[in-house]
């Protein structure tokens, strides 16, 4: 079973940078396919960035954090990493790390909730003016 621990979360001025990690255990985190959504108050959660791997190996990042978040996975450490610059007031919400076993060999799953079935307790990032 695959189990996720998310930590970095904070507060931090506008501007700013913060870096997430997730710890994965139970499972290679080779073997999985994984990404970072991120659910504001009073809104529905949404992807922010996942890997995409077929031949060679991609990212697919959101639109509202492009430029700005880079995500990154080490396999030897069994972690996955979201590093966040140039932070902005309405980048404030729960980040959540998500997993879900490769079907094959590739990761080609949308950014989208529905396609993840693991799921960390999240962390808490607040941007402030």
């Known amino acids: 079973q695959v189990q996720l621990m998310e930590s970095g979360g904070g507060s931090v001025q506008a501007g700013g940078s913060l870096s997430l990690s997730c710890e994965v255990s139970g499972y290679t985190a080779s073997s999985l396919c994984l990404g970072w959504f991120r659910q504001a108050p009073g809104k529905e959660r949404e992807g922010v960035a996942s890997?995409?791997?077929?031949?060679?190996?991609?990212?697919i990042i959101a639109d509202s954090v492009k430029g700005r978040f880079t995500i990154s996975q080490d396999n030897a450490k069994n972690t996955v990493s979201l590093q966040m610059n140039s932070l902005k007031l309405e980048d404030t919400a729960m980040y959540y790390c998500a997993a879900q076993p490769k079907p094959d060999y590739w990761c080609t799953l949308p950014l989208e909730v529905s396609h993840y079935e693991n799921w960390g307790q999240g962390t808490q990032v607040t941007v402030s003016s």
């Open positions: 890997f995409y791997i077929r031949g060679g190996e991609g990212t």
